[in-house]
């Protein structure tokens, strides 16, 4: 009996986790990234796949931000894996598009 409520309250936490890692990006942040990845679409000439490809890379690295945000108080531990993730993300935003466009990206003006 005590195993088996055992793994009802192990399967229980899995299914949680899995639920809250899954979870839909809040509409404010889908609207957040929707506006990156149309702003990169202006700028560097995203063609259809890449855009596709872009949206869901930004999505994941929101949700990844999220979680790091969720795990870490403020501070150098914090910023230290956000810096991290952002390099990682960078990595794969590069695989994406083309250095003619990174080049574009990297000299937008900035607000």
Known sequence: MKHLIKGIVV???L???INTYAEELKPK???KVEASVNEMTEIM???ADQKAKMLVLK???EKARIAIVAKYEKGEERTAAIKEMYAQYGKKQRAIVTPEQQKKWKNRPRN
């Open 15 to 17: 299914m949680v986790s």
């Open 59 to 61: 999505t994941e690295q």
């Open 45 to 47: 000439g995203l063609d």
């Open 11 to 13: 399967a229980f936490v």
């Open 29 to 31: 942040q889908k609207q």
